[in-house]
DNA sequence: GCAATCGATTAAAACGATTCAACGCCGTCC
DNA sequence: GGACGGCGTTGAATCGTTTTAATCGATTGC
């Protein structure tokens, strides 16, 4: 039924030892051996065995990317970015979706380490610290992305979050506004406390200003939807005059939710801030002014260090990147 | 280094063929060296290997899915679900972006065969025909998304694009605009020529209808932007008065275009509609109308003809699905 | 002319989990 | 008391590829 090395030797009157170099190592192989061995190839339709391969080698040719979202574009141009960079180096790169779910996360990493991936790059939810060093531990170099390890024991590309959220925040108070709101959660994400804290920062410059926090579930637009209406639900004196949210998605569901029912509350009553600058933010109903990440970068550079630690051994270095955010001010701030 | 089953055994002292039978089928061993082998597992860290599992079982516990662009929201919708149902049945889902690329297709579809996936779900560029046809003689089921076989030849789960081509240009026809304009393309997407051909039937049965087509490059908000600066560019009276896109990233980038820079053309000179609704349609500058369709459904119920095809065997047979898309009016035309 | 060298090829030993026929042990039945 | 059956366990074979040491011819050097 299936084919396999022995029957590409047979046919091609080699041993299976030949055909194996003939794949990997042709030059080592006389051309007309090769010809026939590829002839065999072809008639007999073979397939190489990956699994048997892994095994031999003791390692995948893959890596393992865990996102906490793949439905945010910031996540799926990411990867983009890390899938580039790894298929230049031969490695091909397994996607898996957390959906801020432990469990979820969990299975991933159970799933990349029982198939002996080259490392993995994880956006963690809250506290992983214990159950990434055991990965680690084992033989499995780990990159965290999108926020540092908390006692620089891991390598990480990451952005200056509580920088972001003090310019975020910083913007808004400039262009005049004093009763901020942010928008946000759940606070187990550390790129969520971050932002805040940078935005608490700022305010806290600013006398007269304050700072409401409005937790969400999640960072989805539906999240962010709710939260709108439940401030369109307050008196208008009520609301606060500005809101930093915490990424585009919930800043692009606080839109839909100010803007579409007839109301305008956005930039006029309420001034709107998101953070990742999607691609969508700038068509959002009104354009929306946020803080760019640079999410193909990110993971382009989070490959690199994995592939430097993968080299280097147990012993390697750990490095820690920081990438400075960019204030891309639109409409939605009145720009 | 390495720890395997062997070393369990020994620490256990069983023989290796019980410790597999721990993790497999506990309920064949005895409570107590159940509990003496998982200890051992526990204080070795042992981790098993799945490419010696797959080598043995023959198979992978998961299956391909190739998509044409992971950036776009259709498609990550799509993902989610056939993620989802894939594991119910226990099966992982290895994500692929071809990216319009058939180099890049092939690609996968070779790592795909290489790995022994359960199955591959793709939407193909062009016609894979062939090469779909060889991957399936040598044992791997196939199903075809967004798009049928031309000759019945695979089983398929897609939208009757045709259908919401005629929907969309009725649409337009019916708030009263008469110069069609048709944005999409590569025209090697099946899915573009369906939903012209869809709306070329609409405008032929309108006396005094036109239909213009301009041609994509790609189906990106890029160039839809592009395609929506080029009509900027024409006099005024020689733009269409609608514009049907191929889909929402390509209607996203048009409306920026169109309503961007100062003037608003959307709705009021022209009406624009979209395809695929993707969440960020509603929460575009203007709310996009599209026509829907059911993206998680889709990959669900791929996962399940994949599934059914694979326990069948090689002579199953193969079933088109084939589901309805739904208008959705909001106010890009004057709904 | 014999040894050394070189290139091409081979045969066999891994890699690590799973499976299956065989085995030992114990209690039961006649 | 011996045959039988059932349960738990074992050991070896197996999956398909890669790799290494060994082999075989043929050529070169002296």
Redesign the interface.
């Known amino acids: 039924?299936?084919v396999s090395v022995r029957e590409v030797a047979a046919l091609a009157k080699v041993s299976v030892g030949t055909v194996s170099n003939v794949m990997n190592r042709p030059e080592k192989v006389s051309p007309d051996t090769v010809e026939r061995v590829q002839a065999a190839i072809r008639t007999l339709?073979f397939?190489?065995?990956?699994?048997?391969r892994?095994?031999r080698a003791?390692r995948?040719r893959s890596i393992g990317l865990v996102v906490l979202d793949?439905?945010n574009?910031f996540f799926?141009?990411l990867?983009?970015g890390a899938?580039n960079r790894a298929a230049e180096a031969g490695l091909?790169v397994?996607?898996g979706?957390s959906d801020d779910d432990e469990e979820r996360e969990n299975a991933y990493l159970?799933?990349f380490?029982?198939?002996?991936v080259h490392g993995v790059l994880i956006s963690p939810i809250g506290d992983a610290a214990d159950r990434l060093a055991?990965l680690r531990?084992?033989?499995t170099p780990t990159v965290l992305l999108d926020r540092q390890s908390d006692n620089h024991n891991f390598s990480s590309v990451s952005v200056d979050d509580p920088a972001g959220g003090y310019t975020a925040a910083r913007h808004l108070l400039e262009i005049g506004r004093r009763r901020l709101a942010f928008v946000g959660g759940p606070v187990s994400l550390q790129q969520v406390t971050d932002r805040l804290a940078g935005a608490r920062l700022a305010v806290a410059e600013q006398p007269g200003a304050t700072l409401e926090v409005i937790e969400t579930a999640a960072l989805s637009?539906l999240e962010g939807r709710a939260a709108g209406e439940a401030l369109l639900a307050r008196a208008a004196t009520a609301r606060p005059d500005a809101i930093f949210a915490a990424n585009d998605l919930l800043a692009?569901?606080v839109?839909?939710a100010l803007n579409?029912n007839g109301q305008v509350l956005v930039p006029g009553d309420i001034a709107l801030i998101g953070y990742d600058d999607i691609?969508?933010a700038?068509?959002?109903?009104?354009?929306l002014s946020s803080v760019r990440q640079p999410s193909e970068l990110i993971g382009h550079t989070a490959v690199d260090l994995l592939l430097r630690e993968a080299t280097e051994g147990a012993d390697a270095e750990h490095e820690q990147i920081v990438f400075q955010p960019e204030l891309i001010v639109r409409a939605s701030t009145g720009g």
């Not at 380490?113 to 002996?116: A, C, S």
């Open positions: 039924m299936t339709g397939v190489r065995n990956d699994a048997a892994q095994l003791g995948s793949v439905g574009p799926t141009d990867a983009r899938e091909t397994l996607l979706n159970d799933l380490e029982e198939q002996r055991r531990e084992r033989g637009v692009m569901g839109l839909q579409m691609a969508f700038s068509a959002a109903v009104v354009p």
